[in-house]
């Protein structure tokens, strides 16, 4: 019983759930922000191919800080870090709703994206600090927090599109962050740092972090060699991912719309059913992560959010629509977290930023590529180049799976982990 207490006490520490909440308000931020984009577009008088470069300006401003944030982690504090960067989240999501012109519009977007960069390369950094304490791969169940948050943004602004304003909305969604994050910040802050032993990397898999990584930290080294090799492999496996995710959250809206010919509020719900979905898989993924270990998560995901996509693509009503986007959650819910908690083991703050920009760089190249291959083709047919992305990145997780010469399967993982 005493165990057992202390054991759950150490699993869902107060930073754990103070961390887990910033996750949901991340992810409810950018989803208040998703499902006004049809608003926006028609504010700014934007076609397919004007509001994909505007998109592309959130990436962009997201990758440009990202090598820099990871290098304040270490530095400062990620948890230090991951306070300021909500809070910058929360005010620039306000800004958008203000412009009328594309050009206006990428501007903030570059502020935004840079804000919502930064957010989540401290938050994976403190989280896999957290991970590495607990040794349990909960890294999904941060995620899932992001994804709860998405739900809700996504549902409440669906509810609040026909009768609030875009201006409005978005104010609302900002200061519900800011109060929000008040307590949460106090609590993570206050926190005691984790502190564990440094393990060397002595292979391409998954190894233990090198140093901790807390309020205040020691510097770690730069990944190097295998572990190098591995944190850009890990940035494939997540760019392929991040593809699809972008894909969805600034697309998905507008293809119910336009093409499945779902009203405003119906439409709103495609991306709920979609976070709905990724919520549930990444609630899950510990669990599925034990039993199956990583390497068949990652695998089984990707070839399942490659049918999803299908589906979802080329449907011909909104029912059938929307069970693809369903598969697409399930599908990708783990293999970005995963991918993202197995470069911050081998590389540290520096190998969340390196394999988040990689990762990021899917959403980078995501919306102009849609947006063209919409111009040219068709936008169901753009979408399908979601399915082959997700199927690779299923694939990829073959290339990073853990080697069985040093002791780091998956099997041994999941018999560690019961």
């Given amino acids: 019983m005493g165990r057992s207490g202390t054991a759950r006490s ?17 992810g409810f931020l950018f989803a208040a922000w998703v ?7 028609a504010q700014v008088s934007a076609s397919h191919s004007a509001l994909g470069l505007a998109l592309l300006c959130i990436s962009a401003g997201a990758v440009a800080t990202m090598a820099l944030i990871g290098r304040l982690c270490v530095r400062y504090g990620s948890r230090r870090i991951t306070v300021g960067s909500l809070v910058a989240l929360s005010l620039s999501v306000l800004l958008p709703a203000h412009l009328h012109s594309v050009l206006g519009l990428g501007l903030v977007l570059l502020l935004f994206g840079a804000a919502y960069g930064a957010a989540n390369v401290s938050m994976n950094s403190a989280a896999v600090d957290l991970v590495a304490e607990i040794r349990r791969p909960v890294m999904p169940s941060f995620h899932a927090g992001y994804s709860l948050g998405g739900l809700l943004g996504a549902a409440v602004g669906g509810l609040l599109a026909g009768h609030l304003s875009a201006a409005w909305a978005l104010s609302l969604s900002g200061a519900l962050g800011l109060l929000v ?21 002595t292979s391409v898999a998954p190894v233990a972090p090198v140093a901790p990584v807390g309020s205040a930290s020691p510097k770690r080294p730069k990944p190097v060699g295998a572990a190098r090799l591995l944190v ?11 593809y699809g995710e972008g894909a969805l959250a600034d697309w ?35 669990w599925l992560s034990m039993r199956l270990g990583q390497t068949r998560v990652m695998l089984f995901g990707g070839l399942t959010a490659c049918t999803g996509m299908l589906l979802g693509a080329l449907a011909p009503n909104v029912p059938v629509a929307l069970a693809g986007f369903v598969l697409v959650g399930l599908g990708l819910a783990n293999i970005f977290p995963l991918a993202i908690a197995q470069a911050g083991a081998a590389g540290g703050p520096r190998g969340v930023a390196t394999a988040s920009t990689l ?17 040219a083709t068709t936008l169901p047919v753009a979408l399908t180049t979601v399915a ?19 002791g780091h399967t998956d099997h041994g993982q999941r018999q560690s982990l019961h």
Wanted: net charge positive.
């Fill in 10 to 26: 150490r699993t869902w520490s107060a930073a754990r759930t103070a961390l887990t909440t910033f996750f949901a308000v991340d």
């Fill in 35 to 41: 499902v006004r984009i049809p608003d926006i577009r």
């Fill in 181 to 201: 994050i008040a307590p949460a910040g106090t609590a993570l802050l206050r926190s005691p740092a984790p502190a564990w032993t440094p393990a060397p990397v």
């Fill in 232 to 242: 850009l492999l890990l940035g494939l496996t997540a760019l392929c991912d991040a």
């Fill in 252 to 286: 998905a809206t507008l293809h119910l719309t336009d093409d499945v010919h779902a009203g405003a509020g119906l439409a709103a719900t495609g991306f709920a059913a979609y976070a709905f979905a990724m919520t549930a898989g990444r609630i899950s993924g510990t």
């Fill in 359 to 375: 990762g990021y760089a899917g959403m980078l190249i995501g919306p102009p590529v849609i947006g063209f291959l919409a111009d």
């Fill in 388 to 406: 082959a992305t997700s199927a690779l990145a299923g694939l990829l997780a073959f290339t990073v799976r853990p080697t069985r010469s040093h």
